[in-house]
């Protein structure tokens, strides 16, 4: 314990970048497990789509959702989302929405927005459509 003051005396950058990325960790946290989105794992996405015919929206460009994306999945920008340009989405409101992107890290965004805009049931799935393709899970191309 002692070694700490000199330590922080002697290093007054690396000691600050450690007390904001320790900041960072409990702000996400807290976001994370207080928001109305939660994150579910591939086998709950499967049992969602095949059991509740839940709505895949993929939030990532054109181009990277031609090379390939979950079977059935709408793609639906995130500047859509949030401007509320949603589409055909709107008619799903009532149905439980999976909200994926490139790796499970931007789809939060989307989701918090379709919330707003009155959507019931809204998830994103963890680690997105790597985690997906890393499993062998099934992709569609083209469209």
């Not at 949603?86 to 790796?103: D, F, S, W, Y």
């Not at 499970?104 to 959507?119: H, K, P, Q």
């Amino acid at each position: 314990m002692q070694d700490i003051m000199p330590f922080i005396s002697a290093h007054p950058v690396l000691s600050l970048a450690w007390v904001a990325l320790l900041i960072a960790v409990i702000v996400t946290t807290f976001k994370t497990r207080f928001s109305k989105v939660k994150e579910i794992t591939r086998g709950e996405a499967t049992r969602l789509i095949n059991k509740e015919d839940a709505v895949v929206v993929d939030v990532r460009a054109r181009e990277e959702f031609r090379k390939g994306h979950i079977s059935t999945s709408l793609n639906v920008l995130s500047t859509d989302i949030k401007n509320n340009n949603l589409g055909e989405l709107t008619k799903h409101k009532a149905q439980p929405v999976i909200v994926v992107c490139a790796n499970g890290t931007s789809s939060r965004t989307a989701a918090e927005g379709l919330i707003s805009v009155g959507f019931e049931r809204v998830y994103t799935l963890k680690d997105g459509i790597s985690g997906w393709s890393g499993e062998n899970l099934p992709l569609a191309r083209g469209k």
